[in-house]
């Protein structure tokens, strides 16, 4: 319950401090930077190489890459059909496709399944979200935003993006079963730590609530794919298609029936695409998916057993 008070502290300590003018208006900037380039490879160090590999993580993995690759295909098409803007598509692909797994999903997950359900979390998180981030993720903000670049440099875009390479080396140390001394570990534990109250921070500071936005229409879309049609499809594929009813299935849905990711919003908003809109889909999108998440979470447990 703490760790949930502590995401709407956070969000209203972001907007709160919008008021105060010794804050300098690029402090979002400054903010998201330090969780692209220092607290997110930190975390990516510090769980990888606790990780076992087996067989039995690639289900879970793959939620997020269906989720984005579902994403994509939505909101792309929909871009084309209706010509959008490209930083319109291409905010809703990263936004929509990119489901909060850590930030809100670790407490909600820890408070339904315990510790046993946060195993399956991590592997959902780290190949699952946070590389999609990291890779798919970066391609489709370098290729929707006004920036111009060959292959060769989106390409060096892509595997100079720290969370990434700290990934490489977490995978390299998972598979060789080699772990940092525990000094260094847990301190990556603690600046880890220290990405879901400064990323929320933020996403607050920048968010600005509105009777009338003309973002509406889209945060609906938006939202009504991350919270309803995404947990339908891994219910359907996972549970009627595949059969599976265990843990992992309950968590599997329940992750992807997650908010909008945090740091999907920061890389849409730094690289351009539609800063108010990715905010939006964050600050709404966290307090709308405690109401959905209860929903799937009795109709999991109805007919997962």
């Not at 339904?112 to 946060?118: P, Q, S, V």
């Not at 370098?142 to 595997?159: A, C, E, H, P, V």
């Amino acid at each position: 319950m703490s760790s949930i008070l502590l995401l709407f502290l956070c969000l209203f300590i972001g907007i709160g401090i919008q008021r105060i003018n010794n804050f300098p208006k690029n402090t979002a900037v400054v903010l998201n930077q330090y969780i692209l380039f220092v607290a997110l490879p930190a975390m990516a160090l510090y769980y990888l190489p606790k990780i076992a590999l087996s067989w039995d993580l690639l289900l879970p993995a793959s939620v997020a890459w269906i989720a984005f690759g579902l994403s994509f295909l939505i909101f792309n098409s929909l871009g084309k059909i209706y010509n959008w803007s490209k930083k319109l598509t291409g905010c809703l692909i990263i936004t929509a496709g990119l489901g909060n797994t850590s930030f809100v999903g670790i407490p909600v997950i820890q408070a339904l399944y315990g510790d046993e359900g946060l195993n399956t979390l991590i592997i959902i998180d780290l190949p699952g979200t946070f590389v999609a981030l990291s890779t798919v993720g970066v391609l489709v903000a370098t290729l929707y935003s006004n920036q111009k670049g060959t292959g060769d440099s989106i390409l060096r875009k892509m595997f100079t993006f720290p969370p990434l390479l700290a990934f490489f080396v977490g995978l390299i140390l998972m598979i060789l079963k080699i772990d940092f001394p525990t000094a260094i570990s847990d301190t990556f534990k603690q600046l880890s730590a220290t990405i879901s109250p400064i990323a929320l921070i933020s996403v607050g500071y920048q968010l600005k609530f509105k009777s009338y936005s003309k973002h509406f229409k889209f945060l609906f879309l938006g939202l009504s794919f991350q919270l309803l049609i995404l947990p339908l499809v891994i219910l359907t594929l996972f549970y009627f298609v595949l059969g599976r009813t265990d843990l992992a299935t309950k968590v599997s849905i329940i992750e992807a029936a997650m908010a909008p990711m945090i740091t999907g919003s920061i890389l849409a908003s730094t690289y351009g695409l539609k800063p108010e809109l990715s905010n939006m889909m964050v600050g709404y999108g966290i307090p709308i998916s405690f109401i959905t998440l209860a929903g799937w979470y009795f109709l999991v447990e109805y007919l997962v057993v």
